[in-house]
């Protein structure tokens, strides 16, 4: 299983970016999707994540700022992010909780990055 993810840049605060991630490989079914940051000399941390349900959850610092979504025909995620802030520069993860084909194997997935800077 790989993850394809794209979409990073530079931006000036308040600005928008949009993220995707699409996911190629031998899967049987997508459960959770998530994007995940990581800034320099920090963690990583969960940034949003959607259930196969479509049920989401976001992290306090970009709660009504950012949107996640999923179309599972196209095995995709998606991270609409708005009123960026400085704060938000970070390289970006995407994440897949998937169950492999063949062997039905529960099996997690990163993304590459994509980095996302936003200036002052």
């Known amino acids: 299983v790989q993850l394809q993810a794209s979409g990073g840049g530079l931006v000036q605060a308040g600005g928008s970016l949009s993220l995707s991630c699409s996911a190629s490989?031998?899967?049987?079914?997508?459960?959770?999707m998530a994007w995940y940051r990581q800034a320099p000399g920090k963690q990583r941390e969960l940034v949003a994540a959607?259930?196969?349900?479509?049920?989401?959850n976001y992290a306090d610092s970009v709660k009504g700022r950012f949107t996640i979504s999923r179309d599972n025909t196209k095995k995709t995620v998606y991270l609409q992010m708005n009123s960026l802030k400085p704060e938000d520069t970070a390289v970006f993860y995407c994440?897949?909780?998937?169950?492999?084909?063949?062997?039905?194997?529960?099996?997690?997935?990163w993304g590459q990055g994509t980095q996302v800077t936003v200036s002052s």
């Open positions: 959607i259930t196969r349900n479509d049920s989401t």
């Open positions: 490989g031998s899967i049987f079914r997508i459960n959770g």
């Open positions: 994440n897949y909780d998937v169950i492999i084909s063949g062997s039905l194997r529960a099996y997690i997935a």
